[in-house]
């Protein structure tokens, strides 16, 4: 070991990208369980997506009018809220009212690649090199074969509530790519989605769209406001780009790819939803292509980086 390794900095950060990583992998797994389990009870899908960005839109609207846009125009910062707002957490949230959990989990973090790849090919110029090529292979077979449970053997028209979390997914791979495009700093894309979603989607919300938070019981909505509004909201916005600025960019990844696997055995156990084995296989495969999509090629094939 080199004295570099054996310096106290060296050991700290890696202290708290472990300790980040793994809130992260909880977090992101309550996430799925909870979106289940929400769609069970009185809230809505835009409920929920309101009560994620009330607590982030309140807070970060004072800094935002403060600081600006840093330079976007307002329809890009409106494009940015869209999908990471209402275009993640209502698809997000409404598939959980046909599908499981494990369904979830896996196609809403499993198949961003499916579509950053090409979104980030036509948007930003990025190649794919040979290796992220043959995890996108994979965890596209993946996702069909949970398209083909939801179709034959899965409940009645549980397979809406996949492509719900198919659109989800899209949204939220838009709204990376766009980030990356424009050069949105963390902090101003989290400003961005919180306020205008809050200031923007809100009202529409609660003038023209289905909601039970005038008949959900207190307990409930104090529940998910916590959980969505403060722990995942922050958590992911600051705690990923933490453990990635700690541990690196494909180490994180890779322990987060998890999350499918985690979830469909939480699934199984507490809220009572077995997958079937054509589930099951899709569910690995997914895993095993997040777990490789990280991995760099050959520098000639990575041009674009």
Known sequence: MTAEQRSPQVRRE?????????????????????????AQYTLTPFDLTTLRVCVAGTIFLPWLLRNGLGGMRFWQALLLALSAGPGFSVFAFGGYLFAPAAHGATILAGTLPLFTAPLAWWLVGERVNPIRAASITVIFAGAMLLLLDA??????????????????????????????????????????????????????????????LFDAPWQEIGAQWVFQG????????????????????TPTATVVAVVPAAVALLAWLVLDEPLSLIATIGVVLVVIGMMTSGLRGPRKAMAAD
Not at 16 to 34: E, R
Not at 234 to 249: I, K, M, N, P
């Open 230 to 249: 403060v722990i995942v909201f922050f958590g992911s916005t600051f705690g990923y780009t933490r453990a990635v600025a700690a541990l690196g960019a």
């Open 14 to 38: 890696l202290l708290i990208g472990l300790v980040w990583v793994t809130a992260i992998a909880v977090i992101w797994s309550a996430f799925h369980l909870s979106g289940r389990l929400a």
């Open 151 to 212: 179709t034959g053997v899965g409940q009645a028209n549980q397979w809406i509530g996949d492509l719900s979390f198919f659109v989800g997914a899209a949204s939220w791979s838009l709204f990376g790519v766009l980030a990356r495009k424009w050069q949105v700093t963390p902090l101003r894309s989290a400003a961005i989605v919180a306020t205008f979603t809050f200031v923007i989607f809100t009202p529409v919300h609660l003038l023209f769209l289905p909601s039970g």
